[in-house]
């Protein structure tokens, strides 16, 4: 008989599935990872991970996922290639509902479905993600080092993020649909003052063009006038959407559009549910601190359960 | 003139330090990281790490640590070996005051001095500690395979890893010095309702021996009667104390003899002061999640730092 219920359900195999995973099959703890497609998450948009502590000199995203799937079916990971499209939280037992309409259950649920960046939509995006279209400046800033880089954005994180890049790029223009910047004075006035930042403004990115790499954008602003920027780099910093739409959000308390709070040791609103990774509310969204709160979310999952099954 | 102030100052080199290092670096934030000794912490007591993400077939603490401080040194990684005798963290600019009596300052501090387990001081124990002798039953539980091991003391700690271990072990003997546990009434029944548990009661250990591993352990109770136990590893598990011996414990608001509580973002109620790694108020003591807090940190430093030079 198929086995459909388990003591520990871990929803996602990103870096904080994975280190969830590991560290549950180490626990042997009765389990069950569910990831959609291929392990690995937003890891596999980024070329080359040089930040993550371990690899002097840095290794693919691809490769990572790769050694962090291996160790964790060493120590015995279980895992179903699965889409969940529902979930029951709201009594002790834990319902998810497969897309073929079929039921898991558990008594504790590790959510890391992470989350995927704002994608602009324009011709060339996809192809040339990795390639010089990135969508984190903290990873791939220092990949352009005296070059010139386009930053589409007006929130804080752009024109943050812009500041950021001046450290590494030469050059940094920022766009913006709008005449005025959304992000906060402080943030404005630091970006004002910072000679390697110009401005485009009342723009939208209609294209992102170039042969091995990004080599220019097509621009087209409000009036319609269409302009072509030669760039060696383009950072989309638009926002992140957390990849929430099978969770109950309101049980969850969750914010900004999806986010999902926790405490320090990453215990959600619900007893038994822990959330890691991008998924949380949180600011920093880097691939350590993702695996780090996996771990942790293990120990709570552990802690809840030994206090459950007593 | 030697330079004696910086943006950031980062205390402590273990995998919350170097993490914290590595991002400091990358995002070229003019900072110090200040170590002890050599590169490392509790790392280094472990003779092999096998739940650190990335690693399928696991690595050498020593190896681990050698990795982490050559990728930090790669982006540009500054460092002083020097011991931190005092610190005043009174003023927006933080001093640091040194073993020789110099000082440095600072904008930002991130600390990361970790902890470190209490010892039993008997005979044995530091020469056999990582070839038997362990203080972390989470990092190494699954070498002791179908073996009989120890554990001592009767904290939630020690009775909640006894039974952990015994997912590995076909005996744990749990050790302890007084005749009832002090772990809460929940977790001690779980232990007594645990066949692969006994106890020994009224107990201490006075020697632990063996030739290339821990094979014995010598125990005298309260009466003075003196026994050998035969066993593959025995697991310390009687506390762990905070190396916050330089810093304003008051002023840190730190708890339960030095452990410093910090927010979601590693933030401790010092504006402009964050806490990385085992010397926070936590739960959960991994590697992996000392080196996502010390990542977290900077940008936390990095958005305070931002907010002050304006």
């Not at 962090?68 to 509902?97: C, H, I, P, Y």
């Not at 704002?118 to 192809?127: A, F, H, N, S």
């Not at 024109?159 to 943030?187: C, M, N, P, W, Y």
């Amino acid at each position: 008989m198929k086995k459909n219920h388990y003591a520990l359900i871990i929803l996602g195999s990103g870096p904080a599935g994975l280190s969830a995973g590991l560290y549950a099959a180490r626990a042997r703890i009765d389990h069950l990872l569910i990831e959609k497609g291929a392990a690995g998450g937003q890891v596999l948009l980024t070329d080359w991970v040089d930040n993550y502590p371990g690899f002097p000199d840095g290794l693919s995203g691809f490769e990572l996922i790769e050694k962090m799937e291996a160790q964790a079916r060493r120590f015995g990971l279980n895992t179903l290639t699965a889409n969940v499209v529902s979930t029951d939280l709201s009594q002790t037992t834990k319902s998810l509902t497969l897309e073929d309409g079929s039921q898991l259950t558990c008594q504790a649920l590790i959510i890391c479905t992470g989350a995927r960046p704002q994608r602009l939509e324009v011709p060339g995006e996809i192809e040339l993600t990795g390639k010089g279209v990135s969508y984190c400046a903290t990873c791939d800033a220092p990949f352009y080092r005296d070059m010139h880089v386009a930053v589409v954005g007006g929130g804080n994180t752009a024109v943050q993020e812009a500041g950021h890049l001046t450290k590494f790029a030469s050059r940094v223009t920022l766009i913006h649909r709008r005449d005025t910047l959304r992000a906060t004075k402080i943030v404005q006035e630091k970006a004002f003052a910072n000679k390697k930042i110009d401005f485009i403004w009342n723009s939208q990115v209609t294209g992102i063009e170039g042969e091995k790499g990004v080599e220019r954008i097509q621009l087209r602003d409000n009036d319609g006038h269409e302009t072509t920027l030669a760039v060696d780099g383009i950072f989309i910093l638009i926002g992140v959407i957390p990849n929430s739409e099978m969770l109950p959000l309101a049980l969850l308390k969750a914010e900004y559009g999806g986010f999902i709070p926790t405490d320090n040791e990453t215990r959600t609103a619900i007893p038994g549910v822990m959330a890691a990774g991008d998924i949380r509310s949180k600011e920093m969204r880097q691939i350590v601190n993702a695996a780090g709160e996996g771990a942790t979310a293990v120990l709570a999952a552990e802690q809840y359960l030994n206090h459950l099954t007593l």
